[in-house]
């Protein structure tokens, strides 16, 4: 486990900081930004979860907000590194329980017939602020992926875990109820 006794280091003044094996690289290396944009996506995933009131919704939120932690440790230690101990890895299971919880939440909602405008209620609307970040977060894991070696697991947890949050934003409207759909061309002769 990790101990944080010291908040401040003075490590990264020089504006590098560490990965998980000891390497220094710089705070707007691709790797950083990537595990960044995951813990961005975690934190917008907790202020969803702070107004979230469905117990289910709420379990499956606290669970993705700790693979969140995973898929950080995952990127910040680049494979192929010598290391005394196993680095942390999303795993293949990760991904199928994602794809579990989205085929739950899924079957309580009716299918669509417009996209949906990401808003409703506030939860809704956070959660698709979630899913934006989160789909950044993966855009840019698959740039990383294009020079160095991410794990397949991270990638499909990254891809399915937008696909939850669309879902979820759904179910915090009122089951879809309460989605805004989108209306083509609505506002060209106003």
Same mark, same amino acid.
Do not use: C
């Given at each position: 486990?990790?101990?944080?006794?010291?908040i401040y280091t003075r490590t990264g003044d020089?504006?590098?900081?560490?990965?998980?094996?000891?390497?220094?690289?710089?705070?707007y290396d691709l790797?950083?930004?990537?595990?960044?944009?995951?813990?961005?996506?975690?934190?917008?995933i907790g202020c969803a979860r702070a107004a979230c009131s469905d117990k289910l919704l709420g379990e499956i939120l606290i669970r993705v907000q700790n693979d969140l932690f995973d898929l950080g440790a995952d990127?910040?230690? /680049?494979? =192929?590194?010598? $290391?005394?101990y196993d680095p942390l890895r999303i795993v293949p299971a990760q991904v199928t329980r994602l794809e579990q919880e989205i085929d739950l939440l899924n079957a309580r909602l009716k299918p669509l017939?417009?996209?949906?405008? /990401?808003? =409703?209620?506030? $939860?809704?609307?956070?959660?698709?602020?979630?899913r934006t970040v989160c789909r950044r977060a993966e855009r840019l894991i698959v740039e990383l992926a294009?020079?160095?070696?991410?794990?397949?697991?991270?990638?499909?947890?990254?891809?399915?875990?937008?696909?939850?949050?669309f879902v979820a934003a759904r179910v915090a409207n009122d089951d879809g109820k309460a989605d805004v759909?989108?209306?083509?061309?609505?506002?060209?002769?106003?």
């Open positions: 486990m990790v101990t944080l006794n010291k020089d504006g590098s900081t560490g990965l998980g094996s000891g390497e220094r690289r710089s705070k790797r950083v930004a990537a595990y960044g944009t995951v813990d961005e996506t975690n934190a917008v990127l910040a230690t /680049p494979a =192929g590194t010598d $290391l005394p017939k417009s996209f949906v405008l /990401p808003g =409703g209620s506030m $939860l809704a609307a956070q959660l698709h602020l979630a294009q020079t160095e070696t991410v794990g397949d697991a991270a990638l499909r947890y990254i891809n399915r875990l937008s696909d939850l949050l759909l989108w209306v083509p061309g609505q506002s060209r002769n106003t």
